[in-house]
């Protein structure tokens, strides 16, 4: 009998397949694609994943290891996700193990067997749902109604860009456009993916009210690894129906998928930051294509790359554009001049009031203030000494309640100190205004006021940010102040009036990207304020900026809530200056202890190929040059071709490894922030 050799994919930086040999001296069924096998490694036995079953192999035998064991109580995946995972390894250069294994619960990639079959075991015991009826869904209105059959009715790859404004009622359109393609298919799943963590369970609560007769998974970054592993599988035997989750949760195995819906599509949170760097909503947009299935890209500011794509009709663009809920209409947003209105602990007497009339008439306020800590840097008024990092191009952040020094880019943190370091004298002051300044501020201006801040500091704990978003629903909270944390999809019904304090400083940041970043947040903020209807009495809904730039153009389109005369305009000036969304780039990083080690090895990688259709600029720093004493440089590719840039990193990588230099790089293809 012929040899049989398994090709496997494991998680490792090589970007190789690896071969093994699976012994023929027992009973057991052959492998198959798409089964996990555990195989020795180096002195480790890891699972990996079988992409190939072979007769022969380039290894010689006497080298060749055998597989221990193969995962055969779990279904394989199935040729499709293996694809989508093959697509992903190859579009964003890596090694298909390295895609295909992390996402995959821990407990299935452990060494022994037993915890896999106890897990297998807990799931049959979940009850089997089968009631896909819908219940007490709200009348839709005529444009929701539209939508939802539009995106619901049809079969076959369409993407369609649900172009809302906030309050609209998106929420809505997504889940009877899910009723609609359930009630169609008995085993129809849905994939739903939201930008944060935070806001899984509003919309977990509204599927389960809405759908309580189906199975439900969730998949996000706080399960704990038993839980996930559930929720996983359940997506993988196709018994969940709709599996809500964030980014992670685009390679979920999903055998029965038939509709994809993307809300906030716009949030930058669906790129991954490190490690694979995938757009979550992109994949999801091959996905949808590669399947043939409807998707749903939905948004109030959406991104540029799908706004051009509706233009130029690509994506089918639905629009609504009014508050669902009636009498609940678009905040008044006013610019309040902070050269004219002098801020006393950073709030102008204009907010000031309009917080009092709030306090006045039981209505909920919110201060969103994109600034963590108490201020971001203390300095010595006698010497000018600061607070900078010692291991970063940055400061370290003064955190009063918890009387440290932070660092938010490496781990650093001392106690504050009590005199300057450098001359002596006791009194340090805090410089700038982060949230917990303001929260102090506000506590000595409304004593009687119930604030709360909600933060990645205030919110360290497990369960805490949820606990603290239910009490604002509960109408327990006056005053909020918060980070973005708070500026998105939260539907909070008691809330007129958003301040926005100090957006200013992006106004001016030389990232490209940062005035389509800016508009979309303080669109997305400014719409959490009047979203049920006007109480007999209550204030009609309002959001003031704080602003020096109060004729910026950016803020005029904010004041006349006009994403679309913002987003043609910037288009334009993105076409003129020859940026995405009309152009493609990838990044090259790298990091040593020196930087002149980072940009030699970068000018090495741009002198080792060259293509005609081919921009590679020179190596620069990055703009946060050091981090945990390691300094960063980077290297940027464009191209107006996609297919010949990504023919040209296939290419150009190859070379790079080839090298075997030892600074350490990566490669970002369709970076954010470059
Ligand atoms: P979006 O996601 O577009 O910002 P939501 O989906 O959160 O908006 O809806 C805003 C509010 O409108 C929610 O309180 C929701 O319950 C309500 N709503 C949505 N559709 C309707 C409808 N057809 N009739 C009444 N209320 C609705
Ligand atoms: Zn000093
Ligand atoms: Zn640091």
């Not at 008439?361 to 201060?367: C, K």
């Not at 938010?408 to 005199?419: D, F, G, M, N, Y």
């Amino acid at each position: 009998m012929a040899q049989c050799i398994l090709k496997i994919a494991l998680d490792t930086p090589l970007n190789a397949l690896f071969d093994y040999r699976w012994h023929d001296d027992t009973q057991d069924e052959l492998p198959q694609v798409g089964q996990l096998a555990l195989v020795p490694f180096g002195r480790r036995e890891i699972t990996g994943l079988i992409v190939g079953v072979s007769d022969s192999s380039d290894v010689p035998e006497e080298k060749m290891k055998q597989v221990l064991v193969v995962r055969s109580q779990l279904a394989p995946l199935l040729p499709q996700w293996l694809a989508l995972a093959g697509f992903a390894a190859d579009y964003y250069q890596r090694p298909l193990g390295e895609v295909a294994l992390p996402g995959l619960p821990k407990n299935l990639r452990v060494s022994t067997t037993v915890a896999l079959d106890r897990a297998i075991k807990k799931l049959a015991k979940l009850p089997e749902a089968h009631d896909a009826r819908p219940h007490n869904m709200p009348r839709l209105n005529a444009s929701q109604q539209e939508a939802a059959d539009a995106i619901g009715g049809v079969q076959g790859f369409k993407p369609t860009l649900l172009y809302g404004v906030t309050g609209s009622g998106k929420t809505e359109v997504y889940l009877q456009s899910c009723a609609q393609v359930l009630a169609r298919d008995d085993d129809a799943q849905i994939l739903i993916l939201v930008p944060e963590i935070n806001l899984t369970p509003q919309l977990e609560g509204n599927i389960r009210a809405r759908f309580p007769g189906i199975m439900l998974a969730t998949l996000h970054s706080s399960l704990s690894e038993g839980e996930r592993m559930l929720h996983w599988l359940a997506a993988h035997q196709g018994r969940a129906r709709i599996v809500l989750g964030t980014r992670l949760a685009v390679l979920a195995s999903l055998p029965r998928l038939k509709l994809i819906v993307i809300d906030e599509e716009h949030d930058p949170s669906y790129k991954q930051q490190e490690g694979l760097r995938y757009s979550a909503r992109d994949l999801a947009v091959w996905r949808a294509w590669q399947l043939q299935i409807p998707i749903v890209l939905g948004s109030a500011t959406p991104s540029l790359e799908s706004w051009h794509h509706a233009q130029s009709g690509r994506y089918r663009k639905l629009e609504l554009r009014e508050r669902a809920v009636k009498n609940a209409v678009l905040p008044r947003v006013t610019l309040v001049d902070m050269e004219r209105d002098k801020p006393v602990d950073g709030l102008t007497a204009h907010l000031i009031a309009a917080l009092k009339l709030r306090m006045e008439r039981g209505e909920q306020s919110l201060l969103f203030l994109n600034r963590r800590g108490y201020s971001p840097v203390i300095c010595c008024e006698s010497c000018g000494w600061i607070s900078n990092c010692t291991r970063c191009t940055s400061f370290m952040v003064l955190h009063k309640p918890e009387h440290r020094l932070r660092c938010h880019h490496c781990s650093l943190e001392l106690r504050i100190p009590r005199h300057c370091p450098t001359c002596g004298n006791v009194d340090l002051q805090p410089l700038g205004r982060g949230t917990q300044r303001v929260e102090e501020g506000l506590q000595q201006l409304f004593p009687e006021a119930r604030i709360l801040r909600i933060d990645a500091d205030s919110t360290r704990r497990k369960g805490s940010a949820q606990e603290a978003f239910d009490s604002v629903h509960r109408g327990e909270v006056d005053i909020l102040i918060g980070t973005q944390m708070v500026a998105k999809g939260h539907d909070f019904k008691k809330l007129t009036l958003v301040g926005i304090l100090n957006p200013d400083t992006a106004l001016f940041s030389q990232d490209y990207r940062a005035s389509e970043r800016l508009f979309a947040q303080l669109m997305q903020v400014a719409g959490r304020a009047g979203r049920a209807a006007r109480t007999e009495g209550g204030s009609a809904s309002e959001v003031l900026i704080q602003t020096r730039y109060a004729r910026h153009p950016l803020y005029d389109a904010v004041v006349n809530h006009d994403y679309d005369h913002f987003a043609t305009a910037l288009l334009e000036e993105r076409a003129q200056a020859a940026l995405p969304p009309y152009l493609f780039q990838a990044l090259l990083r790298a990091e040593a202890p020196e930087l002149a080690t980072a940009i030699a090895f970068l000018q090495a990688a741009k002198d080792s190929l060259a293509h005609p259709a081919i921009t590679i600029n020179d190596p620069i720093p990055m703009s946060m040059t050091r981090v945990h004493n390691v300094d960063r440089a980077q290297l940027l590719l464009e191209s107006a071709s996609r297919p010949a840039l990504q023919a040209f990193l296939k290419e150009w990588l190859a070379a790079l490894r080839a090298m075997k230099s030892r600074v350490k790089w990566s490669l970002e293809v369709d970076p954010l922030d470059i």
